[in-house]
């Protein structure tokens, strides 16, 4: 995947725009779970998410090719989100529903998965910008540690410590909502 | 549920498959890709608008830049090559006599020899 990434990249550079479409295509889903955890809405997300795409392709000549291109490109997708967040700060892009993100009434009904969905993002939404981005990237995304660190422009010992953090809240929302659904 | 330690080193599958879902976007990744892509189209196009613009911009003063570069070489030519030792001044100076007179008062377009006649004259 890395040394492709690269040939595209390359190419893109040249100008065929062809490349520049397959790695929109192959980084497309995790930009916009990136942006989405960041921002919430969906079609907030989406206007992060490409706002990344375009700057990246911008600042493609300053990539070093001698590192790899997903954890570059998502430290620009994950910076569109908390600029667009920041210029939307009048609203949260998913207002927190505390009954949600407490210990509701569980349903016993076929939307019990779109139902944790739902509180999932709630969740994520109570925990702070910068936790969020870690979990999703780590456990979501599979970036390493120090890969975080670099995008988040952190030390690995607080990638860690987010992660942690982001998931005893998380892991325990997800083991309220197990017991119902066995 | 895995109880991991604090500070655990690897992905837990559960979690992160249970937050996929829950980022994941409902539509199609096509229809967003080629959102993208018509961005990427639209932003080629208006750099090259941009281009074009600055290259127009640039067209009319490098014509007149060239134009009185001709006319200074000319001139700056003509006065080594007669080994003149006349200064470029008085190259330059307003000339007098007949054919200049030719060419203020004359009604119809001047003619060139006239204009050249007065140049090329011994000043």
Redesign the interface.
Known sequence: MGPEDKALVAQTLAGD?AS??TL??RY??QA??VA??VLGD?DD??DA??DG??SA?VKLGQYDTRRPFGPWLMRIVANAATDRRRRRNVRRAEPLDTSLVGGGPRPDTMAV?SE???R??AA?AELPERRRKA??L???E?YS?AEIAGMLGIPEGTV??E??HA?RR??TL??DW?EPMR | MNESPSFDHRPDPELGAALRAALEPKDNQAAFVARVMAQYDAALERSSVAMFDVLASWFRPGMVAAAAALVVGFLFGRTVLNNRTESIDAALAPIEGPGLAALVTAQDPPDPSVVFTSLVEPQ
């Open positions: 725009r520049f479409g929109v295509e497309a889903g916009r779970r989405r955890a969906p997300a989406d998410a490409q795409f375009l392709l998965r944790l969905n739902d999932l993002r994520l979990v999703v780590f456990d979501v599979g540690h860690r410590s992660v942690f998931r998380l892991r997800l083991a197990k």
